[in-house]
């Protein structure tokens, strides 16, 4: 079987024609993911059109600075229910009405002069609930779905499911309907170096060169982490390149630990291994290795 092809997304990055995937571990990654694309488009005069029993109020991650109301009188916030949009008479999960509610909302945006429609909605509901919608059904819909979005040149969307709703292999069919994965914003990015906070588990995962020059931000976002948790994990998996002074940064942060806590350095490159055991430091308190990288982590994207 061939491995599916995805986009990865910033969610501030998602753009028309983007049929978006949010598996999250838990309510902040979920806030962190939804709340900027609702705000957003709410702050940029885009239609937002919200599948769910939450009242507007309610939704996550929207934060201080929208007048709700405001938005639910002007039209440009849609909070749409359940029973109204996906499930038939009898409570059951109706993929033909979820289709039906999605080009209905976005044709409307485009009479009442809205420039996009971003739309969203979680299922994890339908998997805790037994009875309700089975996986066929589901993915029946992902694939009407992506038929509906991917060719729109207004319409964006991003389907939410709780990892831990979830089985794996159920997850992994899910996914693979989409072709854009979402993410939080990144913390930094200059575009030699990225920094991403993770979630499960908890940390930060750092891409492109760590030079001497950008020593100073991954210490302020490292600090900021280490004084919420115990334990901090850095997937390192995308980093290309660490000098010495990036080392000793990483070393320092985990002296400085309490003795419960460590630092994980996940999916090292054997070349960043090979320094760190070199000078010694693989021997520190508080620097742990951990997840060791994958075969197609090693080889580097394609």
Not at 93 to 121: C, H, N, S, Y
Not at 241 to 266: K, Q, T, Y
């Amino acid at each position: 079987m061939e491995t599916p092809w995805f986009a990865e997304r910033a969610v501030s990055a998602v753009r028309p024609g983007d049929h978006g995937w949010l598996a999250y571990n838990g309510p902040e990654e979920r806030d962190r993911v939804i709340g900027p694309f609702v705000r957003e488009g709410l702050q940029t005069e885009e239609k937002v059109v919200y599948v769910t029993d939450l009242p507007a109020e309610r939704l996550p991650g929207l934060g201080r600075g929208i007048d709700v109301d405001e938005c639910v009188r002007s039209g440009r916030l849609r909070v749409v229910s359940r029973r109204d949009s996906c499930l038939d008479t009898a409570g059951a999960f109706a993929p033909a009405k979820m289709l039906d509610t999605i080009e209905r909302e976005v044709g409307a945006a485009f009479g009442q002069g809205f420039r996009a429609a971003r739309v969203t909605t979680d299922y994890s509901w339908l998997l805790r609930e037994p009875g309700r919608a089975d996986l066929n059904r589901m993915l029946g819909c992902e694939h009407r779905v992506d038929d509906a979005v991917s060719p729109s040149t207004m319409a964006m969307a991003i389907c939410q499911i709780d990892r831990r709703a979830c089985p794996p292999d159920q997850l992994i069919a899910l996914r693979d309907t989409h072709e854009v994965l979402v993410e939080v914003n990144p913390e930094f990015d200059d575009g030699i170096l990225k920094i991403v906070r993770t979630f499960e588990p908890a940390g930060l995962r750092i891409e492109g060169e760590l030079d001497a020059a950008r020593h100073t931000v991954v210490a302020e976002n490292l600090a900021r982490l280490v004084a919420l948790r115990g334990s901090v994990h850095l997937d390192l998996s995308r980093l290309g390149f660490i000098d010495l002074g990036g080392l000793n940064l990483l070393a320092r942060h985990a002296i400085r630990l309490p003795a419960d806590g460590s630092l994980v350095l996940d999916h090292l490159r054997p070349n960043v291994q090979s320094v760190i055991e070199t000078v010694g430091w693989d021997r520190l308190p508080g620097l742990t290795p951990g997840a060791a990288l994958g075969l197609q982590e090693t080889e580097g994207p394609a």
